[in-house]
């Protein structure tokens, strides 16, 4: 028995040592954000938004999916004087989107939230958690500390963790505020390089012609109407009514309009332009929101010289989105309604062509 006795202890010293170093070290700085060393932000790192969102020193959050994760949040620093920060997740659902703002209020911190109000992201049940987002955690963002094991003893933290002291950088908090305000740098950036309109068309020719459009039941059911605004009333509607004095500003991605009709061709598009009157409807009347609609601006849907394929604009269209969800008017209701038949309008003139 004396013999096992090194054994045991080893086996339960080890991994004591090496979760103590993961909270010490805090690689994805959830639990401090570091100032005995200069913080390192991974790219692409869903797992540490949650630590950002909760620790970090910021104003405005920007929240969404992949549109947003290209927001220029720098842009809003220099232009408005904010101190933004982007936690928007690359295909996150509405209830990831959830988590992260409601870890962004909880911090304290947040004044302002620039929300992007994708209705992809509503699919499915309220709870919905992407499959390509392996890495989100809902134990990081909540204050349970008996769900932390799985953070403090993760291979992948142990690793971060002893990579993190062996480059080590004396802490500098205006170099932080640099990266963080850059932070959504950290996917694929918008190109500066304009394709030309016949590309964008031909890559959209190409994915109607490989059956991308086609519409599956699976599809229709995930995006069923009610589905769609119990996701939102759930994960949007309760969490902006629960917090008055925080600023909202939601706005709808600038889709070309060639979106919309693959949505045509998809069975969905209807959906579409319901759930975005009924979220539309619920916001308007509540003060602390701004609603911006950038659905039928015709003169950016469709010029398809400002797009890099049939959803993705350049950087510099941007930084215009950016400037009129900040400073520009709010949709109001009779704008919004005639946004909605200007919309169908460009889709059923576009829909000539395919």
């Known amino acids: ?179 963080i305000a850059n932070w959504n740098n950290r996917y694929m950036p918008l190109t500066e390089d304009i394709l030309g309109a016949d590309a964008v068309r031909e890559g959209f020719k190409s994915a109607l012609d490989n059956g991308e459009f086609t519409p599956s039941d699976d599809m229709l059911n995930n995006f069923d109407s009610e589905k769609l605004q119990a996701s939102f009333d759930a994960n949007v509607l309760q969490l902006v009514k629960d917090n008055p004095d925080i600023k909202f500003y939601f706005w709808t991605p600038a889709y070309s309009v060639l979106e919309y009709i693959a949505l045509e061709k998809q069975g969905l598009l209807e959906n579409n332009l319901e759930f975005t009157k009924y979220s539309f409807i619920q916001l308007n009347s509540i003060k602390n929101v701004k609603f911006v609609d950038f659905r039928a601006l015709y003169k950016l849907v469709t010029d398809f010289t400002l797009y890099t394929d049939y959803r993705h604009y350049t950087s510099e269209v941007a930084h215009t989105l950016t400037d009129l969800i900040w400073a520009g008017p709010k949709t109001g209701g009779s704008n919004f309604n005639k946004n909605q038949e200007l919309l169908r309008e460009l889709i059923n003139t576009e829909a000539q062509n395919w």
């Open 1 to 179: 028995m004396k013999k096992l006795i090194i054994p045991i202890a080893i086996v339960l010293i080890i991994p004591i040592v090496l979760a103590c170093l993961v909270a010490i070290v805090d690689p994805l700085q959830v639990y401090r954000k570091p100032s005995w060393y200069q913080p390192f932000l991974y790219a692409n790192d869903v797992a540490q938004v949650a630590g950002v969102a909760k620790n970090y020193s910021y104003d405005t959050a920007i929240i969404g999916g992949e549109i947003s994760a290209n927001m220029p949040a720098n842009y809003l620093k220099t232009e408005f004087e904010l101190r933004p920060v982007n936690l928007a997740i690359k295909g996150s659902t509405a209830y990831e989107q959830y988590w992260t703002a409601a870890a962004a209020i909880d911090g304290g911190r947040v004044k302002n939230i620039i929300w992007e109000l994708d209705y992809s992201a509503f699919q499915g049940d309220i709870k919905t958690m992407s499959k390509q987002n392996s890495s989100f955690r809902k134990y990081l963002y909540n204050n349970n500390p008996f769900d932390d094991l799985a953070y403090l003893l993760s291979p992948t933290q142990i690793a971060n963790s002893f990579y993190v002291l062996a480059h080590l950088k004396s802490y500098d908090d205006n170099q932080s505020q640099v990266d």
